[in-house]
């Protein structure tokens, strides 16, 4: 099994910051995407920053500018750094690793339990 926790989220005025952080229990490897999403309660998940080794990271529209991922492979761990936070950034943030060892292997999806991020106006 495969495990991921994610720490980081906290309470913060609009226009703070934040460093959510991920680490998951096997190496990230080349093929694997890491990914943060969020999920507002009655909403739907939705992506929030996703990247690959080697590749452009991918942010939803409303975050570009504003946030950041990134990953360290030594700790097996993925941040995601939150700029000008808003209000509508609150949410519970969900950390997503899409596992595949080789570029020929269908990827498996593996999820954390969250972590709340709340921006106060």
């Known amino acids: 099994q495969v495990q991921l926790v994610e720490s980081g989220g906290g309470l913060v005025q609009a226009g703070g910051s934040l460093t959510l952080s991920c680490t998951t229990s096997?190496?990230?490897?080349?093929?694997?995407?890491m990914g943060w999403y969020r999920q507002t309660p009655g909403q739907q998940r939705e992506l929030v920053a996703a990247?690959?080794?080697?590749?452009?990271?991918d942010y939803a529209d409303s975050v570009k500018g504003r946030f950041t991922i990134s990953r360290d492979h030594s700790k097996k761990t993925v941040y995601l750094q939150m700029n000008s936070l808003k209000p509508e950034d609150t949410g519970v943030y969900y950390c997503?690793?899409?596992?595949?060892?080789?570029?020929?292997?269908?990827?498996?999806?593996?999820w954390g339990r969250g972590t709340q991020v709340t921006v106060s106006s």
């Open positions: 096997t190496k990230i490897g080349d093929f694997d995407t």
């Open positions: 990247m690959t080794d080697g590749n452009t990271p």
């Open positions: 997503n690793q899409k596992l595949q060892r080789w570029n020929w292997e269908r990827p498996k999806d593996y």
